[in-house]
């Protein structure tokens, strides 16, 4: 079986690569290391400020924060589930199931979305995009901050 390898866009490896294509700058791996993750940081935190669509270099697609209502119950085989997230916190300390609402944002949950089908390579729907545990918390944290936020994040169409 196939098992999956992660990808860093700082590893060791690209380093090697990327002065193996560009031998005429001179550049050390840690600075190397800092103007990737430094326009990274500043890709997610344009992405967060404005709730714009954003289009990366090189045909790798577009890359948005999702604004979504949640389905709160869902029928199968004629058996209705509830599909909310749960509050495990409350949950513990009540002894029963507590669901987790949203009603701070009128219903809806934000997440980060990558738009496959503006990608100009083959095989892109091969390819998943997880966002780092840090740039998911930012939406919470841009959330809680100001009301205004969770009204500049659009609702995209993911077809």
């Known amino acids: 079986m196939r098992v999956?390898?992660?990808?860093?866009?700082?590893?060791k490896e690209n380093y090697k690569n990327?002065?193996?294509?560009k031998p005429e700058i001179d550049i050390s791996f840690e600075e190397w290391k800092k103007i990737v993750y430094g326009f990274n940081r500043m890709f997610a935190e344009h992405i967060l400020?404005?709730?714009?669509k954003i289009k990366l270099p090189n045909g790798l697609g577009e890359f948005a924060?999702?604004?979504?209502k949640r389905v709160k119950v869902t029928v199968v085989d004629g058996k209705e589930y509830?599909?909310?997230?749960?509050?495990?916190?409350k949950t513990k300390e009540k002894g029963k199931y507590i669901y987790n609402?949203?009603?701070h944002t009128e219903g809806y949950f934000f997440g980060w979305k990558w738009f496959r089908r503006s990608c100009r390579f083959k095989f892109s729907n091969f390819w998943t995009f997880k966002p780092t545990r840090d740039n998911s918390r930012l939406i919470t944290k841009y959330i809680k901050s100001d009301e205004k936020y969770q009204h500049i994040y659009?609702?995209?169409?993911?077809?």
Not at 4 to 11: E, P, V, Y
Not at 49 to 52: H, L
Not at 154 to 159: E, G, R, V, Y
């Open 4 to 11: 999956a390898k992660d990808w860093r866009s700082a590893s």
């Open 18 to 21: 990327f002065k193996s294509e």
């Open 49 to 52: 400020e404005t709730g714009e």
């Open 65 to 68: 924060i999702n604004k979504k």
């Open 82 to 89: 509830i599909n909310l997230p749960v509050d495990w916190k």
């Open 101 to 103: 609402f949203n009603y």
């Open 154 to 159: 659009a609702t995209w169409n993911l077809n």
